[in-house]
């Protein structure tokens, strides 16, 4: 929900404590969670809704992830952004992220949290990432300018998804931010999908299969096998799957 007071000629924004978190999957004791985060514009001050294109493209993974997660024990949930825009340096989806995050935590405690993030929804995951429930981040097709910081991620791990028919973002940025990524983050990958576009319409099962064992391997490493080859963590050229 959101709600504005004029400012001049600007309208401000803000959100009310819990309207950040939408509940898809809630056990009574998760022992771990996973926050999605859907995509959005470069710049847009108008008011989210949960039937626009880009919130509606996140919900085969909201399914797969809450039917296959180990023992139903994960909490599955999504980011409600207040506007639909980055807007540039107010970067309002990682304030809604963050928000998620501290209520996730009053809610169940401090329990490994991985976020998976689609673009717009994976530049506000790896901002967020140093948030203190955070233990990863899934970004699929992820928006990455290459000055994105990344020196917040000691102690994460992270992982990309990129199409090599992306249009919209650039697999060669993701790459660059991986690289980055790698001297400072537990652990940094990515992995390039033959044919995938940025919606993930084109195989898109391999999309919601991979990311949803991403987010398995993350939340518990020894546990659950990484779906993707050990190159995927080099310093060299990544593997195209």
Not at 69 to 82: G, H, I, K, N, T
Not at 128 to 145: E, N
């Amino acid at each position: 929900m959101t709600y504005g007071q004029r400012d001049g000629s600007a309208t401000t924004y803000g959100q009310r404590q819990g309207d950040a978190l939408l509940l898809r999957a809630s056990p009574t004791r998760p022992r771990a969670a996973v926050l999605v985060l859907h995509g959005g514009q470069a710049v847009s001050h108008r008011p989210t809704r949960p039937w626009q294109l880009a919130a509606l493209r996140m919900d085969p993974f909201v399914r797969a992830l809450s039917a296959a997660l180990p023992d139903r024990e994960v909490l599955v949930a999504q980011v409600r952004y207040r506007l639909r825009g980055w807007n540039d340096l107010r970067a309002d989806p990682v304030r809604d992220t963050e928000l998620a995050l501290d209520d996730l935590g009053a809610r169940v405690g401090p329990v490994p949290t991985v976020l998976l993030g689609h673009s717009m929804g994976a530049r506000a995951a790896l901002r967020a990432a140093g948030h203190p429930q955070v233990a990863g981040v899934v970004a699929l097709a992820p928006w990455w300018p290459p000055d994105e910081p990344v020196d917040h991620l000691a102690g994460r791990r992270v992982v990309a998804l990129h199409g090599d028919r992306d249009r919209i973002t650039s697999p060669a940025d993701s790459a660059h931010c991986v690289r980055r990524a790698q001297h400072t983050a537990a652990r940094a990958g990515l992995a390039v999908v033959h044919g995938g576009d940025h919606a993930m319409l084109r195989r898109r099962q391999f999309w919601h299969r991979t990311a949803t064992t991403l987010v398995a391997h993350l939340l518990d490493p020894t546990g659950a096998p990484d779906p993707l080859p050990e190159e995927s963590y080099g310093t060299d050229g990544f593997p195209v799957l």
